[in-house]
């Protein structure tokens, strides 16, 4: 599902320029949940803006898909976007003046799909995060661990092909954080393959393979026995 | 452009957005309105501007004797001259083919009855042609005649006011009044656009006016109509000859300034235009001034709009707006605001000017107007400026990388 070989990425800092990524090589195959971990300043948010196509690499090559990703503009890259990936960010981004529906119904719109389709298919993804009831609550009436569903269920509504969370249970408190790991969990079980960025130990073991960066170099890619979040969820 | 889903996402927007819609719509409405309305003031100065001086016909060279200040010819200075009845028919025979008409005026004020009324009034006597030279109206009647000369009548043409004065607003047609001692009939009743003042006039023959005065052949003054085809520089030149010919025929000297006056309303009349241009021309200023700053309010809220949603912008690109779209969803907003906002501000502006009407007449303001063409043209523009001052700054959030966009708190 995703190639990536020999990646690089710089940032200019004034005179000094920061190496972040030196060279990545790192394969993911369909159905995966990957935790990506590793301390701050590692190189992971980066690895996944670029993955997300949010962000450009400076050298090495990225396939999604069997689609090389290069020389992106950012229609092509918008159009990828739409159609591949699904994001979910540590601070929601919810668009705050729209309802959750219709912050569900937004990545259809850029699909041109019709109105009413739309309503009902982010109806029925606000349903499978268990959100339906709460269709028509602002981001501003949702808790910290709704609005992250409501998030990722307009990350998943137009049916990607991988899911890319950055520290998605970052500005939440644990418990709301195994019920969010048994959102995606069950995501994952329907065949989505998900990466995850994560400095917390015990939403990496709820991934099904760790891959640890340190300054930028990848120094550890292991499987582990997933944990299954629904044990501490009530 | 054109598809529904557009529109209700933009609609959308601005409805949950009201603050910022309010606030762009109320700079562009609030240009035009302050544009319609000093334009329209602008034109209303120029309307007064004009009436004050265009109440009279412009095609008139006035002659008025004075006394000479110079010896010419075996006549001493300081010798009186007097216009008489047969320089009229000289000027008209030696100049038939640049006259229009021609008419003396003799002016007196004579104390004016009616039964238990009275009052004092300017009568004019006058030649028929007088009417045109004055653009006097007639309501009711008629003005004196070429038969009222000839035949010496006392018959009189009074003013609106003059009616009012002394008849408490009946009709005074066919009624008699005494004018100074002698009994005059009432012929015709007028109106003058060159104000209250005009109105309370009397007019009679002069030829009537000279008998009164011990049959004598004096007049005042001559006003001459020359042929409107002569246009300016004819007019100047009809104007020079006529001067020679009467200092020749008065024996007044070239060069003598106070012997007659000629007066030229033609010439006046170029230098109201003048002066009339200048107005416009400051009008227009004020104008471009006022859309000017009505277009650099609306590049700061366009700025500020596209700064305010930058984050939104780059949400909209993280899960697969094309810069195009978000380009287009920007400029779809603004222009929709202008356009809305621009119309109402310029119905509201031509409303209040209609509103404003005469009421404004004591500061020279006399219904003040903009033409259709003007308003609509500076909506236009105010709404093309809006369109550009929003594209800048959106291709630029457009092109913002979206996780340059998210990191924007």
């Known amino acids: 599902m995703i190639e990536i070989k020999k990646l690089h990425k710089s940032y200019a800092m004034g005179q000094n320029t920061l190496h972040v990524l030196k060279g990545i090589n790192f394969d993911v195959a369909e159905g995966e949940m990957v935790a990506i971990m590793g301390s701050s300043g590692s190189g992971k948010s980066t690895l996944l803006n670029i993955l997300g196509m949010l962000d450009v690499a400076d050298s090495g090559s990225y396939i999604l898909d069997k689609n090389p990703i290069k020389n992106l503009d950012e229609t092509k890259a918008a159009i990828y976007r739409n159609k591949f990936l699904g994001f979910v960010f540590q601070s929601f981004n919810l668009i705050s003046y729209k309802t959750a529906l219709e912050n569900v119904m937004l990545p259809l719109y850029y699909q041109k799909v019709a109105r009413k389709e739309r309503q009902e298919r982010a109806q029925k993804f606000l349903e499978q995060v268990g959100l339906g009831p709460w269709a028509a609550h602002h981001p501003n009436e949702l808790s910290g661990g709704q609005k992250q569903r409501v998030a990722i269920a307009r990350a998943l509504v137009s049916e990607p092909k991988v899911l890319l969370a950055d520290e998605p249970t970052g500005a939440l408190d644990s418990k709301t954080s195994y019920e969010l790991m048994d959102v995606l969990q069950n995501i994952n079980d329907k065949g989505i393959t998900l990466l995850i960025v994560t400095h917390e130990e015990d939403i990496a073991n709820m991934c099904k393979r760790i891959v640890h960066l340190r300054d930028g170099v990848i120094v550890e890619d292991k499987k582990v026995k997933q944990v299954r979040a629904s044990s501490y969820v009530e | ?409």
């Not at chain 2, 238990?116 to 003005?143: C, D, F, L, M, W």
């Not at chain 2, 003013?159 to 008699?176: A, I, M, P, W």
């Not at chain 2, 011990?214 to 520089?233: C, Q, T, W, Y």
């Not at chain 2, 009339?276 to 006022?290: H, K, R, Y």
Request: glycine content about 10%; proline content about 3%.
């Open chain 2, 1 to 409: 452009m054109w598809n529904r889903d557009r529109w209700q996402e933009m609609f959308y927007t601005l409805r949950k957005n009201k603050l910022r819609t309010t606030l762009s719509g109320f700079t562009v409405a609030m240009g035009i309105f302050i544009f319609v309305l000093l334009f329209g003031f602008g034109n209303g100065l120029k309307n007064s501007f004009e009436e004050f001086f265009l109440d009279d016909s412009t095609n008139t060279i006035w002659l008025r004797p004075g006394q000479t200040e110079k010896p010419y010819r075996g006549f001493k200075a300081k010798r009186r001259i007097i216009f008489k009845n047969d320089d009229l028919t000289d000027i008209q025979q030696n100049f038939p083919f640049f006259i229009q008409y021609i008419t003396p005026r003799i002016s007196r004020s004579d104390l004016v009855k009616r039964g238990k009324e009275s009052n004092n009034y300017t009568v004019r006597g006058v030649a028929p042609g007088h009417q045109y030279a004055e653009k006097t109206i007639i309501t009711n009647g008629r003005y004196i005649n070429e038969a009222d000369v000839k035949n010496k009548t006392k018959f009189a043409t009074i003013g609106r006011l003059v009616e009012k004065d002394l008849f408490s607003n009946k009709s005074s047609l066919g009624h008699q009044i005494d004018v100074g001692g002698v009994s005059f009939k009432v012929v015709g009743v007028f109106k003058d656009e060159g104000g209250d003042n005009e109105e309370r006039h009397i007019y009679i023959p002069y030829t009537t006016q000279q008998r009164l005065e011990k049959s004598n052949d004096r007049v005042d003054r001559i006003i001459v109509a020359f042929r409107p085809e002569l246009g300016h520089a004819g007019a100047l030149a009809l104007e020079k000859k006529l001067n020679t010919f009467m200092r020749k025929k008065h024996n007044i000297a070239p060069n003598d300034r106070s012997g007659i006056y000629v007066r030229n309303v033609a010439a006046d009349l170029k230098e109201t235009q003048q002066f009339a241009g200048v107005l416009q021309l400051i009008v227009t200023f004020v104008g471009l001034g006022t859309l000017l700053a009505g277009i650099i309010g609306i590049s700061n809220i366009m700025v500020f709009v596209v700064k305010e949603r930058t984050k939104e912008l780059g949400i909209r690109k993280a899960i697969g707006a094309t810069p195009k779209s978000v380009v287009g969803m920007i400029l779809h907003e603004s222009v929709f605001i202008t356009t809305i906002a621009g119309y109402a501000g310029l119905l509201a502006g031509v409303g209040t000017l209609a509103l404003i009407g005469d009421s404004l007449e004591e500061f020279f303001i006399i219904n003040p107007y903009i033409s259709t063409g003007t308003a609509v043209a500076a909506t236009i523009t105010l709404i093309l400026f809006g369109a550009i001052a929003g594209y800048i700054p959106a291709r630029r959030a457009a092109k913002i990388k979206p996780i340059v966009a998210l990191r924007d708190e």
